[in-house]
T-cell receptor, first 110, second 114 residues
């Protein structure tokens, strides 16, 4: 059974720092991996989608990588800002639905 | 832009009531999903639908049913609400066909059962 793990569960950094969030999954047979952002009490906003054939995707200050063979993905956030404070979730798609990690809660202080 | 809307942001119901949560998407997506999100447990799939009138159970279907009479609308039904169904409920949709399509989420419904 596919399991998705995110480490660390929480992270606090000062504004301007570059940071990496980690996601690992147990079964490499996936269609894609999606990174989401969730603000408190709100729904999920899709940040990046990496297809299984891709190695990375970039959007603005965000860069996500995928290493299917090792079952790992990273989300790199450059020059962090207080507005980046949120919970970041990764999810893998192996069938029709997504399997989620429990998220990393990021706090960026000014 | 894809838009997924949910009928209520906040809902308070009493134990034993029948509860309907509605989700509508405007992108002609074949697949629609209902998840619940709880602290420490993350998001878990309740039910999904890959076509009108078609449904599949997810990981935690007990105590729930679903209805999809029109392609754009997917309803989650709590037949007799219980306090352990207090949770955040999230609806999502995606294109069908191959497995590589992105899922889009609604804003969520925070349900409290007292």
């Amino acid at each position: 059974k596919q399991e998705v793990t995110q480490i660390p569960a929480a992270l606090s950094v000062p504004e301007g720092e570059n940071l990496v969030l980690n996601c690992s999954f147990t079964d490499s047979a996936i269609y894609n991996l999606q990174w989401f952002r969730q603000d408190p009490g709100k729904g999920l906003t899709s940040l990046l989608l990496i297809q299984s054939s891709q190695r990375e995707q970039t959007s603005g200050r965000l860069n996500a990588s995928l290493d299917k063979s090792s079952g790992r993905s990273t989300l790199y956030i450059a020059a962090s800002q207080p507005g980046d404070s949120a919970t970041y979730l990764c999810a893998v798609k192996a069938g029709t639905a997504l399997i989620f990690g429990k998220g990393t809660t990021l706090s960026v202080s000014s | 832009d894809v838009k997924v809307t949910q009928s209520s942001r906040y809902l308070v119901k009493r134990t034993g009531e029948k509860v309907f949560l509605e989700c509508v998407q405007d992108m002609d997506h074949e697949n629609m999903f209902w998840y619940r999100q709880d602290p420490g447990l993350g998001l878990r799939l309740i039910y999904f639908s890959y076509d009108v009138k078609m449904k599949e159970k997810g990981d935690i279907p007990e105590g729930y049913s679903v209805s999809r009479e029109k392609k754009e609308r997917f309803s989650l039904i709590l037949e007799s609400a219980s306090t352990n169904q207090t949770s955040m409920y999230l609806c999502a949709s995606s294109s069908g066909g191959g497995g590589s399509y992105e899922q889009y989420f609604g804003p969520g419904t925070r349900l409290t059962v007292t």
